[in-house]
Nanobody, 116 residues
Framework: QVQLVESGGGLVQPGGSLRLSCAAS????????MSWVRQAPGKGLEWVSG????????SYIDSVKGRFTISRDNAKNTLYLQMNSLKPADTAVYYC?????????WGQGTQVTVSS
């Protein structure tokens, strides 16, 4: 069965960095478009970034452009999100998901808290 397991979240000060990972199994990862989605406290889901199967194209929401980098290692079936210059507004549960529209499988999420 499809499994997506995120890791790498935590508490970080403003301006700090974190790298999220998402280990995928149960499907052909190298053929799948993958996305990161977040949910801030009390708010709805917000798509953050996406990467095409060949990793030759990426896309980002405007608020994270220049600070976040999505990448993938198809040999390791792993998706990454490098987050730099973190802001309190980035505080959220971050989910990796398969696909773009629709997002058909989701991980359990990892909490990212940006606070001094």
């Amino acid at each position: 069965q499809v499994q997506l397991v995120e890791s790498g979240g935590g508490l970080v000060q403003p301006g700090g960095s974190l790298r999220l990972s998402c280990a995928a199994s149960g499907f052909t990862f190298s053929s799948a478009h993958m996305s990161w989605v977040r949910q801030a406290p009390g708010k709805g889901l917000e798509w953050v970034s996406g990467i095409w199967s060949g990793a030759d194209r990426t896309s980002y929401i405007d608020s994270v452009k220049g600070r976040f980098t999505i990448s993938r290692d198809n040999a390791k079936n792993t998706l990454y999100l490098q987050m730099n210059s973190l802001k309190p507004a980035d505080t959220a549960v971050y989910y990796c998901a398969r696909g773009s529209t629709p997002l058909d499988y989701w991980g359990q999420g990892t909490q990212v808290t940006v606070s001094s």
